[in-house]
């Protein structure tokens, strides 16, 4: 285990295969088992599954990088060890159980940065997918290849993919399961910049800080207009856009963030 947080008391939690700490209102996720490339076995996706579970309710916590250990890899993918004699009803639950997981780090209320330090492949792929953006390593490569293993993507690739790239450019990711390099991840925007490896986690944990130092009601409400938006058609989105915007701009960070820019100075958020 090393789970080190500032925040607030934690239920003893022991972690096997992630290292989590919090410093600056950035907690830091990494998933640990390099030996696999941190392919995520059931206990590595429960063990994610407790600690976003934790970091969601706690204020420390006020942005999340998720990232892999070592050198290689983000994730490898879910562990194929597990996946080779699947009956359907075993199958159905163990993609129903990761998307579970993907669900909660996409609706953390919180932003989740993915630094993709590597392979990102199938449910790699789709847990930096779930994140609210993705900033990689000229080393990663990115891609869904479980067509080869006589799979489909069942973390939420099928859908996330599609509505982040475009229908076109997920079908021949998912059809032909082909890794992207880098560039090429950046190019059709599943990636949102590309940085040499050594760059990759400090740049990561600047943007992070920075992001963190916004008001924590605001980014919430940023975060709900967006992703609520996703799943409305315009008109809806537009109608919760209008009520998030009324949160926002009422609450006492709407009018610090205001009269500070008027003032000049820098303003002071107290996430209310
Ligand atoms: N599940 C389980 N184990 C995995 C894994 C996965 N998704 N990806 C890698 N590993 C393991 C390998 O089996 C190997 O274990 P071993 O040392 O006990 O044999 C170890 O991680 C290192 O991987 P290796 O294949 O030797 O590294 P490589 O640099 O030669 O190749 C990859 C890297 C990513 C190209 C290759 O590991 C790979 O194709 N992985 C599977 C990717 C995939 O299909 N993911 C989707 C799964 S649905």
Redesign the pocket.
């Known amino acids: 285990m090393s789970l080190n947080f500032t925040g607030r008391a934690l239920p003893d939690m022991n972690f096997q295969n992630l290292l989590c700490d919090i410093a600056d209102g950035v907690a830091t996720v990494t998933v640990n088992r390099p030996?696999?490339?941190n392919?995520l076995d059931a206990r590595t996706i429960g063990e994610l599954a407790a600690c976003f579970g934790e970091l969601g309710s706690n204020p420390a916590a006020r942005v999340v990088v998720l990232t892999g250990a070592g050198p290689?890899?983000f994730v490898?993918?879910?562990?194929?060890?597990e996946?080779a004699s699947l009956g359907a009803a075993e199958a159905h639950a163990l993609a129903r159980r990761g998307q579970a997981l993907m669900d909660l780090v996409e609706h953390l209320g919180k932003p989740v940065i993915a630094a993709v330090n590597g392979?990102a492949?199938?449910?790699g792929c789709e847990l930096a997918l779930a994140c609210s953006f993705r900033w990689a390593a000229e080393t990663a490569r990115m891609g869904l290849?479980?067509t080869?293993?006589g799979?489909i993507p069942g973390y939420g690739g099928t859908q996330r993919l599609p509505r982040l790239v475009g229908r076109g450019r997920a079908l021949e990711m998912i059809l032909r399961g082909n890794m992207l390099t880098a560039p090429e991840a950046l190019a059709m925007g599943l990636v949102n910049r590309v940085l040499p490896a050594a760059e990759l986690q400090g740049a990561v944990a600047t943007l992070a800080r920075e992001i963190a130092a916004r008001s924590s009601l605001t980014l919430r409400c940023a975060l709900d207009a967006v992703e609520g938006g996703l799943g409305a058609d315009v008109a809806g989105g537009l109608r919760q856009e209008a009520g998030l915007f009324a949160v926002a701009a009422s609450s006492d960070d709407g009018h610090e963030g205001c009269r500070a820019f008027l003032e000049k100075r820098p303003a002071r958020f107290i996430d209310r």
């Not at 490898?76 to 060890?81: E, F, L, N, T």
């Open positions: 030996d696999k490339l392919a290689k890899a490898a993918g879910a562990d194929i060890g996946l392979f492949l199938g449910g290849p479980e080869g293993l799979l």
